[in-house]
């Protein structure tokens, strides 16, 4: 629930041609505690400043020249498109009132001021308005959570499979590849054991920078589970643009780690699957390039290998190391 300093402290535009009546709702705001309050007589100035400084409150007027506050308020609805509507209407006109309510404004002052109603009314919309706009933010953290690991802020298995969906109809639009490496690190459960779950952590969370500073603004990179991660590029004429980067990330996973002044070096495996040469669905591609990574991981592991035999006959029998 939004507290009386947020109410007070809550941007409010106030809409009017008449200096006069500006200076009067000025003067009622600023005397009620209200912080940040700006005016302006020109009604084609609302919605550039609204898109600029996104008011908690617009209050205004509906009776003025050239642009009416029904016109205003259908640019606003524009910019807040499903969102919450923060007008208060202000009308001498009796009629207005209703029109102005389905015209989208979320109450109306009637004028001359009851100065009483005026504190109750903006005071209750304000609350409202800054009550919504802490449940979208909280719904867009929890949209957040759902979709990224919480130890190391990546993208989980969820995003993944809808990033990599994206990178396949691209790569089919574009008729080019797109490479799914499959990353596990080696003996990583040893570390564990040896210097406990936390330290385990810390190496995770600088696996997983290391990573995505080795991979391109527009690859994935998403941890899947303990020690796994993928990375998901598009935009690959061959396999070789696969391998190339995949050789890049096992060289940044072994420089040397330093977690509470221990010093430790690691190395890890990675599968590539191929589209559209291995596989041609998100599903199907991530368990090629596992099969892949396990190839990698019994072959003596420190390494990349491309489809196994099974999924891509036309590259022979045997993994490839790169
Ligand atoms: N610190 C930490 N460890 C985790 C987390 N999730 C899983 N693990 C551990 O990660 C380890 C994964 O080990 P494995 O991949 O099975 O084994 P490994 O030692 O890496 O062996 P290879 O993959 O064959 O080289 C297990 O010990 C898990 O308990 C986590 O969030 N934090």
Do not use: W
Not at 146 to 155: I, R, V, W
Not at 209 to 221: C, H, I, N, P, Y
């Amino acid at each position: 629930m939004p507290s009386r300093d947020d109410i007070l402290h809550a941007k409010i535009l106030v809409v009017d041609d008449c200096a006069d009546n500006v200076e009067l709702m000025l003067e009622i705001l600023r005397d009620a505690g209200y912080t940040d309050v700006t005016s302006t007589m020109l009604p084609d100035q609302v919605c550039p400043l609204h898109r600029q400084h996104c008011y908690d409150l617009i209050l205004l007027d509906l009776q003025m020249p050239e642009l009416n506050g029904f016109q205003v308020m259908k640019g606003l609805k524009e910019i807040e498109q499903g969102g919450y509507l923060p007008v208060l209407a202000l009308t001498a006109q009796p009629s207005f009132k209703i029109a102005a309510l389905e015209a989208g404004a979320r109450d109306f002052i009637s004028k001359p001021f009851d100065l009483l109603e005026v504190h109750k009314r903006i005071h209750n919309m304000l609350e409202v308005r800054l009550l919504y706009k802490e449940l979208a933010q909280y719904s867009k953290q929890q949209q957040e959570l759902a979709l990224h690991d919480p130890l190391t802020g990546l993208p989980n298995r969820r995003l993944l499979e809808d990033r990599i969906a994206n990178t396949l109809q691209h790569a089919m639009r574009k008729q080019n590849k797109a490479a799914v490496m499959y990353l596990d690190l080696d003996g990583f459960k040893t570390i564990n054991d040896t210097h406990g779950h936390a330290y385990g952590d810390e190496i995770l969370k600088q696996v997983a920078q290391r990573l995505v500073g080795a991979s391109r603004r527009e690859d994935t990179v998403a941890r899947v589970g303990g020690d796994e991660f993928v990375i998901v590029m598009g935009d690959l004429a061959c396999l070789g643009d696969a391998q190339e980067p995949a050789a890049k990330l096992i060289e940044v996973v072994a420089a040397p780690y330093l977690v509470n002044g221990l010093q430790l070096n690691l190395s890890t495996s990675i599968g590539i699957g191929i589209f559209p040469d291995d596989a041609d669905a998100v599903d199907a591609l991530i368990a090629v390039a596992d099969s892949a990574l396990y190839c990698a991981k019994r072959s003596g592991k420190n390494r990349c290998c491309v489809a196994p035999a099974a999924a891509a006959p036309a590259r022979g029998m045997a993994p490839t190391p790169a």
